[in-house]
């Protein structure tokens, strides 16, 4: 069965330092991979999502850079976190019916 | 452009009362419907979609949605709450002509069930 994996699940990072949040998927292959950022508590915001292997679209341009080094493996980073960038992300991929989401990184920025 | 609305911010129901969260939306061609569940601190879970056949979808957990193509609606309903269902309800749209087949979300219900 296809399982995805996010890590850490909290993380919290002073103003300026750098930032990578890691997913990866198990049992599929080639899958579309999104990163989502959750702000508040409420909506859900797309911020990059990515259809292979260094093939990366970014929906909002910021702070932060995603990548695809591997099949099954996005990467979200940033080179200096700023306090805007708190919040819960979220990795996910696009399987049968529908989206299947990680379990999340709670990341906050002092 | 394509939107999902949910025009309630919260929902507030007792227990063993029916509940029902609302959705609408807007794509060019045909949608596919999703409708998913976020407990606090956690990802989300999927709880049923409507791509094509009957308008009214089953899903996990004892939920249903109704899919009306007049009123470009999708609501989710549950006959019976339980206090358990209290979390954050989202309801997304894809157009089916998407080649990336990327979800508009709806901005969230807050689902609380009271005993």
């Known amino acids: 069965s296809q399982t995805i994996h996010q890590w850490p699940a909290t993380l919290v990072q002073p103003v300026g330092s750098p930032l990578s949040l890691e997913c990866t998927v198990e049992g599929t292959s080639n899958p579309n991979l999104y990163w989502y950022r959750q702000a508040a508590g409420r909506g859900l915001q797309l911020l990059f999502y990515s259809v292979g292997i260094g093939q990366i679209s970014s929906e909002v341009p910021q702070n932060l850079s995603a990548s695809r080094p591997q099949d099954r493996q996005f990467i979200l980073s940033s080179k200096k976190l700023l306090l805007s960038d708190s919040g819960f992300y979220l990795c996910?991929?696009?399987?049968?019916?529908?989206?299947?989401f990680g379990s999340g990184t709670r990341l906050t920025v002092v | 452009a394509q939107s999902v609305a949910q025009p309630e911010d919260q929902v507030n129901v007792a227990e063993g009362n029916p509940l029902t969260v609302k959705c609408t939306y807007s794509?060019?061609?045909?949608?596919?419907l999703f409708w998913y569940v976020q407990y606090p601190n956690r990802g989300l879970q999927f709880l049923l979609k409507y791509i094509t056949g009957d308008n009214l979808v089953k899903g996990s957990y004892g939920f249903e949605a109704e899919f009306n193509k007049s009123q470009t609606s999708f609501h989710l309903k549950k006959p019976s709450a339980l206090v358990s269902d209290s979390a954050l309800y989202f309801c997304?749209?894809?157009?089916?002509?998407?080649?990336?087949?990327?979800?508009?979300w709806g901005a969230g219900t807050k689902l609380i069930i009271k005993p």
């Open positions: 794509v060019s061609g045909n949608p596919y």
């Open positions: 997304a749209v894809r157009d089916i002509s998407d080649s990336n087949y990327q979800l508009i």
């Open positions: 996910a991929w696009l399987g049968g019916h529908g989206y299947t």
